[in-house]
């Protein structure tokens, strides 16, 4: 890669219930996946030999080369890919069939020793780690993979016309974690994704607004034109009072 940040088109993908399988199935599920990839960039006309990609277990990060054409990522990726899972699975034990959830975001991205750093990879790490997505696999039996597209891609490309996919092939669904609010929009090929039952998702509810002070303690009511005197915390040593709120009758 460049030396210095690039924007480049990221695909983000995950295994389900990859924790559940014991070691020798975790270690075969990771070179079944292998092949599938490398199926599926043949399958798309893609070169998988100039991809970067970051090995993450149970998944993969990919930064796909400069030029590559981002309605192509949309177009033929996921279908390829949906072809490739269904060769596999046909033929696969049920422990190594692969279900995957799929993000594709574009942003700025640079190699490191590590991997990948950058907004971009913060952004398509995120929406693949959401609830909608495994929810989505969980109310889709028959379906393989789930696609989310970050909402730069789904407007530029889809809402554009430049995919042969529709808005009405996708739903927004929330993206939320810690500190981080946003949306993406998923789709499932051969599903009406609107009728999924994903109301489990939720944002996590606002906190309180903040009041305008400590409330006083229920008391008796304020005397006619006198005041009342509340105290909060304790009295100590001589002569000396903490907190007091005095507050005036109307």
Not at 3 to 10: A, E, P
Not at 167 to 188: G, I, M, N, Q, Y
Not at 232 to 238: A, L, P, T, Y
Request: proline residues 8%; charged residues 25%.
């Amino acid at each position: 890669m460049d030396d210095d940040f690039t924007r480049r088109v990221l695909l983000s993908l995950d295994v389900e219930n990859y924790s559940a399988r014991t070691d020798v199935e975790q270690e075969r599920v990771q070179h079944a996946l292998a092949d599938v990839m490398r199926d599926t960039a043949e399958r798309a006309g893609f070169d998988r030999s100039r991809w970067s990609v970051q090995g993450t277990g149970d998944g993969e990060l990919s930064v796909l080369p400069a030029d590559t054409p981002e309605k192509r990522v949309i177009d033929d990726l996921p279908r390829a890919l949906a072809e490739s899972l269904a060769a596999h699975n046909g033929g696969a034990p049920h422990e190594l069939k692969l279900r995957l959830r799929v993000a594709v975001h574009q942003g700025l991205v640079r190699e490191t020793p590590y991997g990948h750093a950058g907004a971009g990879v913060t952004m398509v790490s995120r929406i693949l780690d959401s609830d909608p997505g495994r929810l989505a696999l969980r109310e889709c039996p028959a379906a393989d993979l789930v696609l989310l597209l970050s909402p730069l891609l789904y407007a530029d490309l889809v809402v554009q016309g430049h995919t042969r996919l529709s808005p009405r092939d996708f739903r927004e669904v929330p993206v939320v974690a810690k500190t981080f609010d946003s949306t993406a929009w998923l789709h499932v090929p051969g599903a009406d994704v609107r009728s999924l039952a994903l109301d489990t998702v939720r944002r996590p509810a606002a906190g309180p607004e903040p009041g305008p002070g400590p409330a006083s303690t229920p008391g008796a009511p304020l005397a006619p034109n006198g005041h009342n005197t509340t105290v909060h915390g304790g009295v100590h040593g001589h002569n000396v009072v903490i907190g007091v709120q005095n507050r005036v009758g109307r």
